[in-house]
């Protein structure tokens, strides 16, 4: 993960754990309730909160280069309020002792959603190309280079940082814009905070730096062929790049948008399931 996105966790973090604080003083002022927890319990809850929701928001992408402030920004971070939410009520089943009220937590939910937002509008607007384009490492310098080349000129998605030399018949790419040779991939990988390697040669047979590109993937880096970037940025396939075994081991030409956000639900559920009931083991870890 880039240190832009790193510094935007830190900074989302303070102000979900703000937030509970604001919550709680909202609710005394405007409902003179009562604080059910003293102020010295309610440091750790905020710390519970703000981590919940961090993690809900990690759970759901946002904190990904790619991402465009607008709707479906928004709707994001909606659901992973949710599951915040939910992950929160669960503790509270378990531990009733972190239970801070119903109108504390509304208060801070509300609190926390509108100061990310505005804190979201601010970063993206001053980040700018950094945060929402992908930084691609794409090898090859032939003509599926150049088709990228020319695709990052339309783009907002993406960024070729540099290509790798393989030896491609024609040379497309100028020698400026390529990786430097003295460069270990993985070294290079990490300094320059690449996201996705693209397979762009135009010989399927040339020979490739196939343990050092698995050992990007193994990083987290992803890679892909040019087909699967083409398909991923235009949203179709090109003809001229498709090979018969594509078809051969596709899974299939049919999206089930329905079987494919439930298995994410079911994903994430169980996941912060397990986090929940593991709270305890860390704590006596740590």
């Known amino acids: 993960m880039s240190k832009l996105f790193l510094f935007l966790i830190l900074v989302e973090y303070m102000v979900c754990h703000v937030s509970l604080y604001a919550g709680a003083k909202l609710n005394t002022y405007y409902l003179d309730s009562a604080l ?21 928001m990690t759970s759901v992408g946002l904190y990904q280069r790619g991402q465009i402030m607008g709707p479906s920004m ?14 929160l009520v669960i503790t509270f089943f378990i531990f009733p002792a972190a239970y801070f009220g119903r109108e504390i937590l ?5 609190s926390s959603f509108i100061g990310l937002t505005a804190f979201r509008n601010l970063f993206f607007h001053i980040a700018g190309a950094q945060a929402q384009r992908r930084r691609v490492l794409v090898v090859g310098t032939g003509k599926n280079a150049g088709l990228i ?14 290509y790798m030399y393989v030896k491609d018949k024609e040379l497309i790419i100028p020698f400026k814009s390529h ?3 003295d460069w270990i991939l993985t070294d290079y990988i990490f300094d320059r905070e690449i996201d996705e390697i693209v397979i762009a040669v135009d010989d ?5 730096p196939l343990k050092e590109i698995l050992d990007c993937k193994m990083m987290g880096v992803e890679v892909l062929d040019m087909l699967g970037f083409q398909e991923k940025e235009l949203f ?30 079911f994903d994430i559920f169980v996941s912060l399931l397990l986090l929940v009931v593991m709270f305890p083991l860390m704590f006596l870890v740590a």
């Open 36 to 56: 059910l927890v003293s102020p010295e319990t309610l440091h750790s809850q905020a710390s519970r909160f703000a981590l919940s929701i961090v993690l809900s």
């Open 236 to 265: 179709k396939i090109s003809i001229d790049h498709l090979h018969p075994s594509w078809i051969f081991f596709s899974t299939g030409f049919r999206i089930n948008f329905l079987s494919r956000m439930t298995k994410r639900l």
């Open 74 to 87: 928004l709707l994001k971070m909606a659901v992973a309020f949710l599951f915040a939410s939910l992950l």
């Open 106 to 110: 509304a208060w801070a939910m509300a």
């Open 179 to 181: 990786m430097p040779e």
């Open 204 to 208: 399927r047979r040339k020979k490739l």
């Open 149 to 162: 080349s020319d695709l990052e000129h339309q783009s907002e998605t993406f960024q070729v940082i540099s």
